[in-house]
């Protein structure tokens, strides 16, 4: 009987010390980038965007990002004279070079 009383209080510490362990946090969505990525299509270009404010930061087809400053004072067009980002009315556009700007899906 003495051997059957001390597996269960053995067992109870056992159970009572595993219960004292705290699992490690997961991540949590956004934490450590205040600039979250946006992936758009436009008309089969595939685009990462990165919006911060005065500029845009803009991956093409999984390429390294270039940096398109705000154009004006309603930061909604972003452009370094080849490449050009839109943002009106919820709606995005990218142009490249003198092109007309075509519409863009995802976000």
């Not at 699992?23 to 990462?48: F, H, Q």
């Not at 067009?77 to 899906?105: D, Y």
């Amino acid at each position: 009987m003495r051997n059957f009383l001390c597996s269960i209080v053995g067992a109870l510490a056992i159970s009572m010390l595993a219960g004292c362990q705290h699992p490690a946090p997961g991540p949590s969505i956004g934490v450590g980038n205040p600039y979250p990525v946006s992936n758009y299509v436009c008309d089969g270009t595939r685009l990462a965007v990165r919006l911060m404010g005065e500029r845009a930061s803009v991956s093409v087809d999984g390429a390294p990002a270039i940096d398109l400053p705000a154009m004006g004072q309603s930061g909604t067009r972003f452009s370094n004279g080849r490449q050009t980002l839109l943002i009106e009315q919820g709606r995005t556009s990218w142009a490249v070079g003198r092109a007309m700007p075509v519409p863009c899906t995802g976000g």
